[in-house]
């Protein structure tokens, strides 16, 4: 009986990899090209030989880098035989057409990477409007370096007028298709805010951080889910947001996002907007960090950078120095903590260390956002005491007189003001203290302040 053949697996790009370190990027660059090796290997290529990294002080305007550079390229490529050459930067199309030229082989830039590596990741429709909106204005300006087989009948008796029209013809359809996106998007940013501003009586924790830094695997270990979490860049594309139950029982929502980069395409970072708006809207913002990495402080920087870019008052609240338990000398963590203005707290989210000074760390916060309220209710009034059992952060509870049961709780005020309207009038609430984050004239609690708000 004949074999039947099977089909093969398609074979790895095999790219050879270069770039530039211009002054004005040099506190952004890691100092080589591990960061392309590992974006292109995320992209499911091969990159191949140690790559190529030149420092200038001005960019070739032709080529971006220097003449000598390009040409010792080019008899790596004759030697290696690439299929193409990633360039760990941005380039312009006359860039682009001029490589090629000269080395014989397709070439992609930085964010051209970053965008095949979004577009194979992409799941939801959310995900794929973004990445095609990215894709959209990257390709935009470039539709002409697609055109340059038109270049060779230039002049041809009937040939001139087609080559244009049909340039002009995708331009106007590409600008079209990008408006479309854009109002897709707005309309999935709008429902995204609705569904903030419906979850306003919870708690939320917005986590944000380098790709790569541990960020899902941090979600799981507190959450109990079991999201995608493998070591690989830019695991995380659609922001994920799962209940955290804090050992009081109380509950927050914990969201994680996509993971920033060092020289973010920022036609990327604006399309993925509403992405980044549920967890860019928490009540706190933690930034976790790979703090094993020897590039962790740029990394840092890199993603207050986005944020800044973002809003340029946003921050984080909790700077979270993750795989502690890979860090070598402890003395490098204290040198990421040193001077930092925001809460510093170190962890391991694989093994577990740490967490419960995390977890203890957010419930401070949580607890400044809540009113501490005694709460009064008839034992016999089983469906009112059965509604305040069911509220979260209960500290204390007891019965008094075997009729009444009393309770001290941490609450925040929406959530008071839905259980004040849901239970019967007979209950009675004194507010003991308000959240510290509010002042008396601010709070809608201050009229109950240490006084009952009915009797018993």
Known sequence: ?????????????????????????????????SELRGLLEAAGAEPIGEGVLQKREHADPATLLGRGKVESIAREVELLAPDAVAVD??????????????????VVDRSEVILDIFASRA???????????????YLLPRLKRMWTHLERMEGAVGTRGPGETQLETDRRLLRK?????????????????????ARADQFTVGIV?????????????????????????????????RKWKLPDGRTVLLSDTVGFLQRLPHHLVASFHATLE???????????????????PAQIAAVEKVLRSLSPTLHADLLVLNKMDRVGDPLEL????????????????????????????????????????????????????????????????EVIDDTLLRLRMRISESALGNLMRAVA???????????????????????????????V
């Open 425 to 455: 009038k007979t209950v009675r609430f004194k507010v003991l203290e308000m959240p510290s984050t509010r002042t008396h004239s601010e709070s809608p609690l201050a009229p109950w302040l240490a006084r009952d708000s009915g009797s």
């Open 177 to 197: 298709r990008v408006q479309d996106l854009k109002h897709d998007l707005s309309e999935i940013e709008a429902r995204k805010q609705r569904e903030v501003a």
């Open 123 to 137: 799941r939801t429709k959310q995900a794929k409007l973004q990445v095609e909106l990215a894709q959209a204005e």
């Open 1 to 33: 009986m004949r074999k039947l053949n099977q089909p093969t697996a398609r074979p790895r790009e095999r790219f050879l990899m270069c770039g530039v370190v211009l002054p004005e990027e040099a506190s952004e660059h890691d100092g080589d090209l």
């Open 209 to 241: 951080g380098y790709t790569n830094a541990g960020k899902s695997t941090l979600l799981n270990r507190l959450t109990g889910s079991s999201e995608l979490a493998v070591d690989m860049l830019f695991a995380t594309l659609d922001t994920r947001t």
């Open 89 to 106: 930067n941005d380039l312009s199309p006359a860039h682009i057409r001029n490589l090629e030229k000269a080395w014989g082989v397709r």
């Open 334 to 397: 204290e040198l990421l903590a040193a001077g930092r203005t925001e809460e510093v707290v170190k962890i391991s989210a694989a093994s577990g260390a740490g967490l419960d000074r995390l977890t203890a760390a957010v419930a401070r916060r949580v607890d400044a956002r809540s009113a501490l309220v005694e709460i009064d209710v008839l034992i016999t009034d089983g469906r009112s005491a059965a509604l305040v059992k069911g509220a979260s952060g209960i500290l204390s509870e």
């Open 278 to 296: 549920e967890t860019l809207h928490a009540d706190l913002l933690m930034h976790v960090v790979d703090a094993a990495h020897a590039d962790a």
